[in-house]
């Protein structure tokens, strides 16, 4: 059964670089959801889209943005970045007949 | 706000020990309970969930049971295997239907030994 895919797996930035994360969610599903997972911590929410376009948000830095395109595949993107955005980022999807499924996550790695 | 209270660990046991592992919620009205694992380097997997009170939900011989009363979904397993090995987190989600943020405790690493 297709799953949530998350692109790349890892990935390595300098300080104040830009990287950009993709999620691609199980097909109908209408909600996408971005977590963010510190070292040793809980998975944090950040943002979520519904149909495309953005229902809720979290504790997400103005550093952050998110969409969701027209073939209903999400992106994170991060600027500036900082050390402490350093962790395993997570897509997940539903629908209203399936509950959530996360995606393996994107570990990114600030030095 | 909903918020969720995990026993934390790190929990350590011989293989086939029993497993209890709290987990207590904060909440209004009676959300569904969810148990994620997180094995070594991977992603989030739904380990089982309780959509009710009373129901009990059961996979893999883990069982957790929605206690409205006590506001508990204390997770169970009556033998660990060494490939039980992960960090289990507790969650519920912030609203009904199928648009929810899921809050989340704070994990219980568990280590089982052969």
């Known amino acids: 059964a297709a799953g949530v895919i998350q692109s790349p797996r890892h990935l390595i930035k300098e300080k104040r670089e830009t990287a950009t994360l993709k999620c691609y969610p199980i097909p109908r599903h209408d909600t996408v959801y971005w977590y963010q997972q510190g070292p040793g911590q809980d998975p944090q929410f950040l943002i979520s889209f519904y149909e495309k376009m953005q229902s809720d948000k979290g504790s997400i830095p103005d550093r952050f943005s998110a969409q969701q395109f027209s073939d209903y595949h999400s992106e994170l993107n991060m600027s500036s970045l900082e050390l402490g955005d350093s962790a395993l980022y997570f897509c997940?999807?539903?629908?209203?007949?399936?509950?959530?499924?996360f995606g393996s996550g994107t570990r990114l790695t600030v030095v | 706000g909903d918020s969720v209270t995990q026993m934390e660990g790190p929990v350590t046991l011989s293989e086939e020990a029993f497993l209890t592992i709290n987990c207590t919620y904060t909440a209004t009205g009676y959300p569904s309970l969810f148990w994620y694992v997180q094995y070594p380097g991977e992603g989030l997997q739904l380990l089982l969930k309780?959509?009710?009170?009373?129901d009990k939900g059961s996979n893999k011989g883990f069982e957790a049971t929605y206690r409205k009363e006590t506001t508990s979904f204390h997770l169970e397993k009556g033998s660990v295997q060494v490939s039980d090995s992960a960090v289990y987190f507790c969650?519920?989600?912030?609203?009904?239907?199928?648009?929810?943020?899921?809050?989340f405790g704070k994990g219980t690493l568990l280590t089982v030994n052969p």
């Open positions: 309780a959509t009710k009170a009373d």
């Open positions: 969650a519920l989600p912030n609203s009904g239907g199928s648009n929810y943020k899921l809050t």
């Open positions: 997940a999807s539903s629908s209203q007949t399936v509950g959530y499924t």
